[in-house]
C-alpha cells in the first residue's frame, strides 16, 4: 500500500519514520519548503530521540519521500494519513478549522476509494464534518473517513509508536477495516475497533481522566503538606488497592502543561457549553491545575519573601526531558514569572542553547548546572533531565549559605537531608510529626 502522511510537523513525522521503518511505502505531504527541504535532508523539525536516524534510514532505503506537491503525494495513494499537530493557543483553545481546511485541499488530489485516516486531535464530530464535505463536494469518489487517536509522548514517540499497548480505531466500512489492518499489521494485532464517534470520545475521555488522576493527586498532596502525611507513601498505598492499580496516573509533583490534555478538557468543556450541559467535575479539572501551577512560586516566596534581585537557579527550560521544545513548558512560564518579580535568573538546559528572544539581560545560560549554582538563594528543578541525577554533593561544598532547592518532582530525593539544602517537594510535609512518649 502506498500511503501518503498530511501534516508533517512532530505527530506526523514520527508517524512517517516509523511506518516507512516497519517496510511501508510513505510520503510525507506539507505545504512549508523549508520544513520539506529539512526533511528530506533527514532533519525533524523538533528533537526526538531516534528519528533522526530512522528518517535518514527511510529515506537511503527510498521508501520514505517528502514533498510540497500535492499531486505527487496522492496520486497513487491507497491510505491518507492526517497528522497534523492541532494548534493550540495559550488559553488551551484549538483551531481543528485550521486541519479540517488543510484537508480540504487535497480532496480533489484522491484517487477513489481512499481512506483518510484522521489522528488529528479534534473535537468529538470533526470526522464527519470532513465526510459531509466530501460527500457533498464529491459525491461520486467514495472516500473512506476513519479515525485513530494519536498517542504521541514527547521523548518516547517512537517506541510508543512502534510497540503501542493496542491502538483504538474508528472506522465506517468493512474495506476500511481491512486496508487499515494491513497497514497497521506490522507494527500490533491488538487493534480496538468502534465507532468513529466513539474513538473521538475515547482520546477525549483518556486525556481528561488523565488530568483528573494528575489533579486529584496534587490536591491530595497539598494536603499531605500541611498534616504531616507523606503523598508518596499515600500514593502506594492507592496503586496497591486493587480498584485502582500500580500504573494509575497518581504521582504528585508538578502540574500538567502542554496542550495535549488541557486541549481535550476545552473540547469537552465547550461541546457541554453548546448543549446545556453540565459538567463540574470536568470544568473543575482546569482551575485545580491552574492553581497548582503556583505551587513552585509559593515556595519560594515562603523562604525568600522578595525575589528583586535575589539569584534563582532554574534546571531544566523544555516542556520535558527528552525533547528541545520550549512551547508550553511550565519552567518558561515559571522563568517569566520570576522575570516579574525581579530576579536574577541563572540557567541551564541541555537541549537549549538558545534563550527566549523576550528575556531580558537578567537571564545568565550556563553550559553545565553545577555552575549555575555559585551564588544563588534557590535552585529549581524544573525539568527531569538524566543529567542531573549525575550532579554530585561536591556541587554544594562551596556554596556561601545555606540554598533552597525545589523540587517538585522528588527527582533529585538523594539531596533530601543534605548539610546547606532546604529541600522542598510536591506533597512531602512541611514538619514531620512528632509523638514524645
Same mark, same amino acid.
Given at each position: 500500500?502506498?500511503?501518503?502522511?498530511?501534516?508533517?510537523?512532530?505527530?506526523?513525522?514520527?508517524?512517517?519514520?516509523?511506518?516507512?521503518?516497519?517496510?511501508?511505502?510513505?510520503?510525507?505531504?506539507?505545504?512549508?519548503?523549508?520544513?520539506?527541504?529539512?526533511?528530506?535532508?533527514?532533519?525533524?523539525?523538533?528533537?526526538?530521540?531516534?528519528?533522526?536516524?530512522?528518517?535518514?534510514?527511510?529515506?537511503?532505503?527510498?521508501?520514505?519521500?517528502?514533498?510540497?506537491?500535492?499531486?505527487?503525494?496522492?496520486?497513487?495513494?491507497?491510505?491518507?494519513?492526517?497528522?497534523?499537530?492541532?494548534?493550540?493557543?495559550?488559553?488551551?483553545?484549538?483551531?481543528?478549522?485550521?486541519?479540517?481546511?488543510?484537508?480540504?485541499?487535497?480532496?480533489?488530489?484522491?484517487?477513489?476509494?481512499?481512506?483518510?485516516?484522521?489522528?488529528?486531535?479534534?473535537?468529538?464530530?470533526?470526522?464527519?464534518?470532513?465526510?459531509?464535505?466530501?460527500?457533498?463536494?464529491?459525491?461520486?469518489?467514495?472516500?473512506?473517513?476513519?479515525?485513530?487517536?494519536?498517542?504521541?509522548?514527547?521523548?518516547?514517540?517512537?517506541?510508543?509508536?512502534?510497540?503501542?499497548?493496542?491502538?483504538?480505531?474508528?472506522?465506517?466500512?468493512?474495506?476500511?477495516?481491512?486496508?487499515?489492518?494491513?497497514?497497521?499489521?506490522?507494527?500490533?494485532?491488538?487493534?480496538?475497533?468502534?465507532?468513529?464517534?466513539?474513538?473521538?470520545?475515547?482520546?477525549?475521555?483518556?486525556?481528561?481522566?488523565?488530568?483528573?488522576?494528575?489533579?486529584?493527586?496534587?490536591?491530595?498532596?497539598?494536603?499531605?503538606?500541611?498534616?504531616?502525611?507523606?503523598?508518596?507513601?499515600?500514593?502506594?498505598?492507592?496503586?496497591?488497592?486493587?480498584?485502582?492499580?500500580?500504573?494509575?496516573?497518581?504521582?504528585?509533583?508538578?502540574?500538567?502543561?502542554?496542550?495535549?490534555?488541557?486541549?481535550?478538557?476545552?473540547?469537552?468543556?465547550?461541546?457541554?457549553?453548546?448543549?446545556?450541559?453540565?459538567?463540574?467535575?470536568?470544568?473543575?479539572?482546569?482551575?485545580?491545575?491552574?492553581?497548582?501551577?503556583?505551587?513552585?512560586?509559593?515556595?519560594?516566596?515562603?523562604?525568600?519573601?522578595?525575589?528583586?534581585?535575589?539569584?534563582?537557579?532554574?534546571?531544566?527550560?523544555?516542556?520535558?526531558?527528552?525533547?528541545?521544545?520550549?512551547?508550553?513548558?511550565?519552567?518558561?512560564?515559571?522563568?517569566?514569572?520570576?522575570?516579574?518579580?525581579?530576579?536574577?535568573?541563572?540557567?541551564?538546559?541541555?537541549?537549549?542553547?538558545?534563550?527566549?528572544?523576550?528575556?531580558?539581560?537578567?537571564?545568565?545560560?550556563?553550559?553545565?548546572?553545577?555552575? =549555575? #549554582? &555559585?551564588? /544563588? *538563594? +534557590?535552585?529549581?528543578?524544573?525539568?527531569?533531565?538524566?543529567?542531573?541525577?549525575? $550532579?554530585? !554533593?561536591? @556541587?554544594?561544598?562551596?556554596?556561601?549559605? =545555606? #540554598? &533552597?532547592? /525545589? *523540587? +517538585?518532582?522528588?527527582?533529585?530525593?538523594?539531596?533530601?537531608?543534605?548539610?546547606? $539544602?532546604? !529541600?522542598? @517537594?510536591?506533597?512531602?510535609?512541611?514538619?514531620? #510529626?512528632?509523638?514524645?512518649?
Amino acid at each position: 500500500m502506498n500511503i501518503c502522511v498530511l501534516g508533517l510537523w512532530h505527530l506526523g513525522t514520527v508517524t512517517s519514520a516509523c511506518l516507512s521503518s516497519v517496510g511501508h511505502t510513505v510520503i510525507g505531504l506539507d505545504f512549508d519548503t523549508n520544513l520539506i527541504n529539512d526533511l528530506n535532508n533527514g532533519e525533524a523539525p523538533i528533537f526526538e530521540p531516534g528519528l533522526n536516524n530512522l528518517l535518514k534510514s527511510g529515506i537511503h532505503k527510498k521508501n520514505l519521500l517528502f514533498t510540497c506537491k500535492i499531486d505527487e503525494a496522492l496520486k497513487d495513494c491507497d491510505i491518507l494519513w492526517v497528522a497534523y499537530d492541532t494548534p493550540v493557543d495559550e488559553n488551551d483553545c484549538a483551531d481543528f478549522q485550521y486541519v479540517i481546511r488543510q484537508v480540504q485541499l487535497v480532496f480533489p488530489f484522491l484517487k477513489k476509494g481512499c481512506t483518510i485516516l484522521v489522528s488529528s486531535q479534534m473535537p468529538v464530530g470533526s470526522t464527519k464534518d470532513l465526510e459531509l464535505l466530501a460527500k457533498h463536494n464529491f459525491p461520486n469518489q467514495d472516500f473512506g473517513f476513519a479515525y485513530s487517536p494519536e498517542n504521541l509522548r514527547l521523548g518516547n514517540a517512537l517506541e510508543v509508536f512502534l510497540n503501542p499497548d493496542r491502538i483504538v480505531i474508528g472506522f465506517r466500512s468493512n474495506k476500511d477495516q481491512i486496508k487499515i489492518k494491513e497497514l497497521l499489521k506490522t507494527i500490533t494485532d491488538n487493534l480496538i475497533w468502534m465507532s468513529v464517534e466513539s474513538a473521538e470520545m475515547t482520546k477525549h475521555a483518556i486525556n481528561s481522566f488523565l488530568a483528573t488522576s494528575v489533579t486529584f493527586a496534587n490536591e491530595i498532596a497539598t494536603i499531605c503538606e500541611i498534616v504531616g502525611a507523606d503523598a508518596k507513601e499515600v500514593e502506594k498505598g492507592l496503586k496497591t488497592e486493587a480498584r485502582i492499580g500500580p500504573k494509575a496516573y497518581l504521582s504528585p509533583g508538578s502540574a500538567f502543561s502542554g496542550g495535549t490534555l488541557a486541549r481535550d478538557i476545552s473540547f469537552l468543556s465547550q461541546i457541554a457549553n453548546n448543549k446545556d450541559l453540565t459538567v463540574p467535575l470536568i470544568k473543575s479539572i482546569s482551575e485545580s491545575n491552574s492553581e497548582h501551577k503556583n505551587w513552585v512560586k509559593k515556595r519560594l516566596l515562603k523562604k525568600i519573601e522578595n525575589l528583586s534581585k535575589r539569584n534563582i537557579a532554574v534546571w531544566g527550560l523544555t516542556y520535558k526531558a527528552g525533547t528541545n521544545t520550549l512551547r508550553r513548558s511550565l519552567s518558561v512560564e515559571l522563568c517569566n514569572w520570576l522575570l516579574e518579580q525581579g530576579a536574577f535568573l541563572h540557567v541551564h538546559d541541555p537541549a537549549v542553547d538558545k534563550l527566549p528572544s523576550e528575556w531580558s539581560k537578567n537571564v545568565t545560560r550556563y553550559n553545565n548546572p553545577e555552575e =549555575s #549554582i &555559585l551564588h /544563588v *538563594d +534557590a535552585i529549581v528543578v524544573a525539568t527531569e533531565w538524566p543529567e542531573y541525577t549525575e $550532579i554530585s !554533593y561536591d @556541587a554544594f561544598s562551596n556554596l556561601k549559605s =545555606s #540554598i &533552597l532547592m /525545589v *523540587d +517538585a518532582n522528588r527527582f533529585l530525593k538523594q539531596f533530601s537531608g543534605v548539610d546547606g $539544602i532546604e !529541600y522542598a @517537594a510536591v506533597g512531602e510535609p512541611h514538619e514531620k #510529626i512528632q509523638i514524645k512518649l
